[in-house]
């Protein structure tokens, strides 16, 4: 395990990081779209902005993103899985349906999202989403 890693994955799996979004962020790819929306959760709580942006699709992917602004404000709290679409090893689309829990500045906060995920070059990328209100 990486020196820092935390031994409890974030993504909230139950599992290991180092066995859980570890194995992505070290350069395994995810099987499935769940798989890697679990692991871009775990890469915001620990603020790997090189794999964030090398998980998201070409097209829609931001120039760079701002992580370090946020680290000192925002913490990620929890990542509730609603439901998903396709995304399986077979398929070439899919979506995810989340709930990300965060605090900024010790005050709760929810983001709900539907994200969708395309297989490009093999690989699952992050598309788009929508934010659900809830």
Known sequence: MKKGAPVDCP??????????????HAGAAAPTAEALMRSRYSAYALG????????????????????AEDAGRLKWTGLEIKATGQGREADGVGTVEFVARYKVGGRAQ???????????AGRWVYRDGDVNDE
């Open 11 to 24: 993504c909230g799996s139950g599992r290991r990081y180092d066995a859980c979004c570890g194995v992505y």
């Open 48 to 67: 790997l902005e090189a794999y964030l942006l090398a998980s998201w699709h070409p097209d829609t992917c931001p120039e760079r993103l701002d992580l």
């Open 110 to 120: 929810r983001m709900a999202e539907t994200s969708r995920f395309e297989r490009v």
